[in-house]
């Protein structure tokens, strides 16, 4: 049996545990990508508004920061996670399968962007 991924960890400390099963290691990074698109089209979206809107917070973050700033600090880490997801899939999950299936193509991610090679 696979083993379970620690809440606290990204997606690398699992997928990249090669002793998981490679369609185990492919789930975690799907399920991972589907997590960041719901936390995009909730939070985000708020604080995006608010930004958009001008309306200062009610209440601010345990952080202190602002919506403006709890976007950028989101974006940067946001950035580095999806670097690293591409970087597992092309580097270490494709590579794991004999023959990747039909229609799958590397992609990479340049400045933020995703696109495919």
Not at 12 to 30: C, I, M, Q, V
Not at 73 to 87: G, I, L, P, T, W
Request: hydrophobic share 30%.
């Amino acid at each position: 049996m696979a083993k379970r991924p620690k809440p606290q960890h990204s997606s690398g400390h699992y997928t990249g545990d090669r002793s998981n099963p490679l369609l185990e290691r492919l789930k975690f990074l799907a399920i991972f990508g589907s997590n960041l698109d719901e936390f995009f089209e909730i939070r985000m979206a708020g604080l995006q508004q608010q930004v958009d809107v001008g309306v200062e917070p009610q209440d601010y973050g345990a952080d202190g920061l602002g919506p403006r700033e709890q976007l950028a600090a989101a974006e940067a880490r946001v950035r580095d996670f999806v670097s690293e997801q591409y970087r597992l899939f092309n580097e270490d999950v494709i590579p794991t399968t004999s023959r990747p299936p039909s229609g799958w193509r590397r992609s990479r991610c340049s400045r933020g962007a995703c696109i495919p090679c």
